[in-house]
């Protein structure tokens, strides 16, 4: 049995962070991590030879952003791609109408319009709206008010499903009015040229961190913790366990005593959607040079509906879709051949036969991954967002949560991540953790780091 003052489960953002901010503060820290590799759901895929972020891509505003500073003073290099996080307009985007017809510029800013006009209408009826309405009643009341025809608010309604589906990796009826209420963008979006995990991995450096280590077991001993593996114990004064939300709900994971009530209720109300990654190469592009963004509205786009241009990354032309919620869950269960020819198909309605056959791609699956088990957390009816932070804890003893779904102010996010880690540290630590000076020690310990990629 091995002796530490804390032990941190999990080395993915919110992990790393927490354990980086304890061993710079003297305090003896170990990192067990399931999987045989740091990062978690910042996961790049370096096999081709050129990055492929299979979990996080976007910093998701860089404007008052502690994870953008730490960023910068890494010195990691990032590239604008603002449209990240499902917005109706804000960069170039070709768009497709109900029927598959490419819509002309002032078709596609009318439809820009509608949404804004809509959306501002959707604020006053979440503020509205009563304990228990979901997002879907919400959404259908501000169409109801909106006056507009049929057809434009079919093309609306189908944008709001996919916003939530993206968001939140969930259906649009489960989400909780206010599930979208944090969903901010601050400043522009940037995604990693050089694959985001280097942000852990340079975070993790020196770390004494043991990967292929799954904890089955948090157990209170005396005045401290017991964490087993299936074949090694770690003691400690304080444990952290940063492991996913869908983990957590479970059960891989049994406390000895059971948790108390206030993390227990929040690992059942809150909810952990499925959002999974498609990445398609071809072997010419068959879009414009300026799209960001490539969008199928209303009945064109009810099962796939947005590509994202990420030719950049690899030189080579590549489109990233998504397929979340109830469609994402479902193809889990297909092939990868099947999944990638059945969003071919759908850039076949919209382009023709100048969709080639593709060179190469990538499905991901985070739903079935038991390390996982599902992409993000979400607010389902009833649930709030102070059950986030209500999970952080700590509770008696010294068990801290960290993760994601711990932080109320923007979960499903890295950035939620690193701040999550950041108050675990804290609160240990019974003292402040500046994060400037974190980021400046980190730039310095790691600055010999050569590229990865
Ligand atoms: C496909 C996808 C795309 C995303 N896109 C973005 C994006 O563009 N921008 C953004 O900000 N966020 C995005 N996110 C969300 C973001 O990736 C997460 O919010 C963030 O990385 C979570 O970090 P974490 O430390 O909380 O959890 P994780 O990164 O999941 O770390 C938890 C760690 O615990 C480990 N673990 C699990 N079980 C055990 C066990 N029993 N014993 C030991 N270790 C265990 C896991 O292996 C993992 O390494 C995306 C997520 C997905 C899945």
């Known amino acids: ?44 895929d370096r096999a081709a030879g050129f990055p ?20 910068q003073a890494l010195g990691i290099p990032t590239r604008e791609f603002t449209v990240g996080s499902f917005q109706a307009g804000g960069r170039p985007m070709e768009h497709f109408d109900g029927s598959g017809r490419p819509m002309d510029a002032a078709a596609s800013e009318r439809w820009i319009s509608d949404v804004e006009a809509v959306d501002a209408a959707l604020v006053e009826q979440i503020d ?3 304990a228990g309405d979901s997002y879907l009643v919400a959404t259908e009341r501000a169409l109801d008010a909106s006056g507009l025809d049929a057809e434009r608010i079919d093309e609306i309604r189908e944008f709001f499903r996919h916003r939530v589906e993206e968001q939140c990796g969930a259906w649009i009826g489960d989400l909780d009015a206010h599930g979208l209420d944090e969903d901010g963008i601050d400043g522009d979006e940037v995604i990693f040229p050089r694959g985001y995990d280097e942000l852990p991995h340079r975070i993790s450096s020196g770390l ?3 990967t292929a280590h799954v904890v089955n077991a948090v157990t209170r001993r005396g005045d401290g913790w017991t964490v087993r593996t299936v074949d090694s114990e770690f003691t400690a004064a304080d444990v952290v366990v940063t492991v996913p939300l869908g983990v957590l709900k479970s059960g891989a994971i049994s406390f000895e005593p059971p ?7 929040a690992i059942e109300r809150l909810g952990m959607g499925v959002f999974n990654k498609i990445f398609v190469q071809f072997p010419e592009r068959f879009w414009r040079a300026d799209t960001y963004v490539i969008r199928a509205l209303g009945e064109a786009g009810e099962r796939w509906h947005s590509w994202y241009d990420v030719s950049s990354i690899s030189g080579i032309p590549t489109l990233l879709t998504f397929a979340a919620g109830p469609l994402g869950r479902h193809l889990q269960t297909r092939p990868d051949a099947e999944v990638v020819a059945d ?4 850039l076949r309605a919209l382009y023709g036969d100048v969709v080639g056959e593709p060179i190469a791609s990538w499905v991901t699956r985070w ?18 967002h102070h059950d986030h932070d209500a999970l952080a804890g700590p509770f008696e003893g010294g068990l801290h949560f960290a993760g994601e779904a711990t932080w109320g102010a923007e979960p499903a996010t890295v950035g939620a991540a690193y701040r999550s880690g950041h108050r675990a540290a804290e609160r240990i630590l019974g003292r402040s953790v500046d994060l400037a000076e974190f980021a400046m020690q980190a730039a310095e310990r790691t600055a010999d780091r050569a590229p990865r990629s």
């Not at 503060?25 to 759901?41: K, P, T, Y």
């Not at 996080?56 to 404007?63: K, P, V």
């Not at 739903?367 to 709030?384: K, M, R």
């Open 343 to 346: 969003s071919v198909r759908a």
């Open 259 to 265: 948790l108390p009530a206030a993390a227990a209720g």
């Open 52 to 71: 492929v972020d299979l979990g996080a891509s976007w910093i998701h505003g860089i404007e008052h952003s502690p994870l953008w500073e730490l960023v």
């Open 208 to 210: 004494d961190l043991r």
């Open 367 to 384: 739903g079935d991954d038991p390390f996982s088990a599902g992409s993000y957390s979400h607010l389902p009816i009833g649930a709030s």
């Open 1 to 44: 049995m091995e002796r530490f003052d804390t032990v941190v489960v999990g080395a993915g953002m919110a992990g790393v962070t927490c354990a980086r901010m304890l061993a710079d503060a003297g305090r003896r820290v170990v990192v067990l991590e399931a999987r045989d590799r740091v990062g978690g759901r910042i996961h790049t």
């Open 128 to 130: 509205a709206s009563a």
